[in-house]
């Protein structure tokens, strides 16, 4: 079966750092997204890896190693509306297409 | 960039009564599209995969007689929840994915629809 793990919860400073990380054990990997969704709202894309390494835009940035089955997102000079729930998700090519699967989700809360 | 819309963004309905959702996409065309279902402080999770001209693809779980699922056209894919009840509530979420900047698996998500069965 498919399962992405994301930490539960996390909580930051405003204008610090923090790393989100995503393991995953899936077959038929065709790359990785992260979306951002705060309460109530559609998630909206932050980032996509297919290939291995960093991938850097703003203050976001997304890491992937395809043979250790990991990725993280990378925030930085966090600020309060980056409070919201980052998602993992894997796009897994199947006999009917590419479909995501999504991780269980990281609520981040940026306090002062 | 791409556009999909949801409606209604949100409905509260009768136990035993059916609903209907329509997932649209405003500026290109989808041939599939995806419905979600989140419930709260949970993930998302895939229900269906809505194939325009064919019959949909349900996740394992998923009953598609309860769930029923039409793409009549290259732009609208429609969700009609029936004979609900009270655990059916939750937010649920349409895309459709389009070839995006950075991905042709790039998807775009609607605004979501959140119903509540009371």
């Known amino acids: 079966g498919q399962n992405i793990d994301q930490p539960t919860e996390m909580t930051a400073t405003e204008g610090a750092i923090v790393q989100i990380n995503c393991t995953y054990q899936?077959?038929?990997?065709?790359?990785l997204f992260w979306y951002q969704q705060h309460a109530g709202e559609a998630p909206t894309f932050l980032s996509y890896?297919?290939?291995?390494g960093l991938e850097e835009k703003g203050r976001f940035s997304s890491f992937l190693s395809r043979s250790k089955g990991y990725s993280y997102l990378l925030l930085k000079e966090l600020q309060m509306k980056d409070s919201a729930s980052y998602l993992c998700a894997v796009n897994i090519l199947t006999g009917g297409g590419n479909k995501l699967t999504f991780g269980t989700g990281t609520q981040l809360k940026v306090e002062l | 960039g791409a556009v999909v819309s949801q409606h209604p963004s949100w409905v509260i309905c009768k136990s035993g009564t059916s609903v209907k959702i329509e997932c649209r996409s405003l500026d290109f065309q989808a041939t599939t599209m995806f419905w979600y279902r989140q419930f709260p402080k949970q993930s998302l999770m895939l229900m269906a995969t809505s194939n325009e001209g064919s019959k949909a693809t349900y996740e394992q779980g998923v009953e598609k007689d309860k769930f029923l699922i039409n793409h009549a056209s290259l732009t609208l894919s429609t969700l009609t929840v029936t004979s609900a009840h009270p655990e059916d509530s939750s937010f649920y979420i349409c895309s459709a994915p389009q070839a995006g900047r950075t991905s042709s698996y790039e998807q775009y998500f609607g605004p979501g629809t959140r119903l509540t069965v009371t």
């Open positions: 899936t077959s038929g990997f065709n790359g």
């Open positions: 890896n297919v290939l291995d």
